[in-house]
């Protein structure tokens, strides 16, 4: 999908977490398109596909979060935002294409998200709109004492207020 709206509809640029990254989205924002839409997604996306199920692309994130031992990052084939327009059966294919994967590298344990909608609602958070679902295994070990890995739905109020420094975490 393209939109020619400077702004980029299908980004988010708040939740930029590192500089190359940011060099990226400037480009996707330039040409606004989905990053995430086949015709698209080897531009910018480097990592290699590691299955193609009939709804869903499976490879690993580009821009991993810190503390993380597997992220694995599901791309839903076709440009979807909602969970609504997501066909029951994809369901059943993501969930096999993560297990399978998982057995493969031996997870032992870990959290599957999927941020849907609205960027002003609770997909906020996320930095590309069209449907993509994470499997996560956290790093337990490198988690400070009082520390657990938590995956985020929204932004806190003050986010773009200027209050308190929040780190986002996209994607
Ligand atoms: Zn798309």
């Known amino acids: 999908m393209t939109n020619k709206d400077p702004k980029n509809r299908f980004i988010n640029m708040d939740l930029i977490r590192r500089e190359d990254q940011k060099m990226v989205m400037e480009e996707i924002k330039k040409q606004g398109h989905c990053p995430f839409c086949r015709e698209n997604l080897d531009k910018y996306h480097k990592n290699p596909i590691l299955k193609e199920g009939k709804f869903w692309l499976l490879t690993e994130n580009q821009w991993p979060y810190e503390k993380v031992k597997h992220q694995l990052l599901a791309i839903y084939k ?11 059966e994809a369901g059943k294919e993501l969930i096999e ?58 932004q806190p109020k003050n986010y773009r207020k200027g209050g308190v420094e929040t780190k986002p975490q996209d994607n």
Do not use: Q
Request: charged share 30%; aromatic share 8%; glycine share 10%.
């Open 78 to 88: 076709t440009h979807i935002e909602h969970l609504e327009e997501i066909d029951p």
């Open 97 to 154: 294409l993560f297990a399978e994967e998982s057995k493969k590298r031996n997870v032992e344990g870990g959290g599957i998200a999927m941020r849907f909608g609205s960027s002003e609602h609770g997909n906020y958070g996320s930095s590309v709109l069209h449907i993509h679902a994470h499997l996560i295994e956290p790093d337990l070990e490198n988690l400070e004492e009082t520390e657990a890995w938590r995956f985020k739905f929204g």
